[in-house]
Each structure stands twice: as C-alpha cells, then as structure tokens.
C-alpha cells in the first residue's frame, strides 16, 4: 500500500525562506566591506593629498625664502663690488674693522671700559674717489669713529688717547666730554672721544684720473732742456 503524506510543504518553505534570508545578508555584507572599503581609500587619499599639498606649499615657503636670500646676496654683492671698485688702488688700505677693533683692545686700560663703539669709513671711500676723480682734498676732519665708556680716573683716560694714536691709519683721537658718573655706588669719569681718519696716509698711492684742462700748459721735459 502506497503512503501519501498529507502535511504542508513547510519545511522546504523554511528552507528557502532562510536561503534568501542568507543570500541577502552576504549581499548587504559584502556591500558594506565595499562601501567601507571605498571610505578607507577614499579617507587615504585626502590625506595623502593633503600631505602633499603640505610638501608643495612647505616647498613655496622655502623657495621664497631662498629667493629673498639670493636677492639680499645680489644687493650685498653689488654693494661689496661698488665699494671695492672705489678702492681698487688701495687694496693693502682696505679697512679691516676686526684690526682696528683688535688693536684698540690691546691699547686699553686695564681701567676703561668700553660702552659702545660706532665706526664709520663711507666717508672715507667717497674722499677717496673724490681726489681720484681730481677732485681737491677735503676741508676738515673724515670721523673713523667714537668710543664711549667709563674710566677709573683722568690718568687712564690720557692712557686711552695715547693708545688710540698707536692704531694705524688713525689721528687725533679727540675727548668731547667727560663727566663724573655713579655707577653701582662707585665713582667713575663717564666719557666720549672721537677719533678721525689720516686721510693723507690713504692718498700715499693714489692715481689721479683728472685729465688736465685745454687751457694749462705742459711742462717742460727735462731731457730736451
């Protein structure tokens, strides 16, 4: 005798009811990992966008700042190059701040001391060129530079000057002023002294481009007298 079942088919209705069930679930998964996926590379690629745009501009800014200090070189090579044409002729008269600075401190009293220095010598360079020119000497006293300070007593101060006559290139260092002054309950001279170029010691050996006027006579060569 054949046996008929007779009771719904709800069992293979589970079955593929969680088929698709399942089947769903990978897909949203898999969707996720993707859009995640997608985020992740997307949110690396700001970043490394932004990394590089950091590079390019941290570049500029390096590169302006390179450009600045080639351009304050050229302005600073121009200048040297103007001042050295100026002096051409006087090159073992070139003025070296570091001697003169070095030879004042082995002329100063164990009892001065030096507040502040300011030294000059544009003046010079443009006397110079003026009598290379064939222009005349100037009038008066070129300033190389003054000195002020603090001194024990007038004594040191006469040794200061005798010193700075010493400095090669130098004349008549000039006091300007002295006057008592308290300084941490001591009883010190306060001072000031100028001190000028010799000028002449500088012309020794300069060349004179002056071409002389139409109206001046030659003078007479000695070897057809």
């Known amino acids: ?125 443009s006397s110079i060129e003026m009598v290379k020119n064939g222009g005349n000497v100037p009038k008066g006293k070129l300033l190389a530079f003054n000195i002020e300070g603090y001194a024990n007593d007038y004594v040191e101060i006469s040794r200061l000057i005798l010193g700075i006559k010493e400095i090669a290139d130098i004349s008549d260092p000039w006091i300007v002023s002295i006057r008592e002054s308290d300084v941490d309950n001591l009883k010190l001279l306060y001072f000031k002294v100028e001190v000028y170029w010799n000028l002449s010691e500088f012309l020794k050996d300069v060349e004179i481009s002056k071409k002389p006027s139409s109206g001046s006579t030659a003078e007479p060569d000695l070897d057809e007298m």
């Open 1 to 125: 005798m054949k046996d008929i079942n007779l009771l719904p088919k709800v069992e293979k209705q589970k079955k593929k009811g969680h088929f698709l069930f399942n089947f769903f679930l990978i897909i949203l998964i898999i969707l996720l990992i993707i859009i995640s996926g997608l985020s992740w590379l997307s949110g690396n690629s700001k970043k490394e966008l932004a990394g590089k745009l950091e590079i390019i501009e941290k570049t500029n800014f390096d590169l302006n700042i390179y450009r600045d200090k080639l351009l304050f070189y050229k302005d600073f090579e121009e200048d040297v190059t103007y001042k050295s044409s100026l002096n051409q002729s006087l090159s073992d008269k070139t003025i070296k701040w570091s001697k003169k600075l070095y030879d004042l401190s082995r002329n100063l009293p164990d009892k001065v001391y030096i507040l502040n220095f300011s030294g000059r010598c544009d003046n010079l360079y």
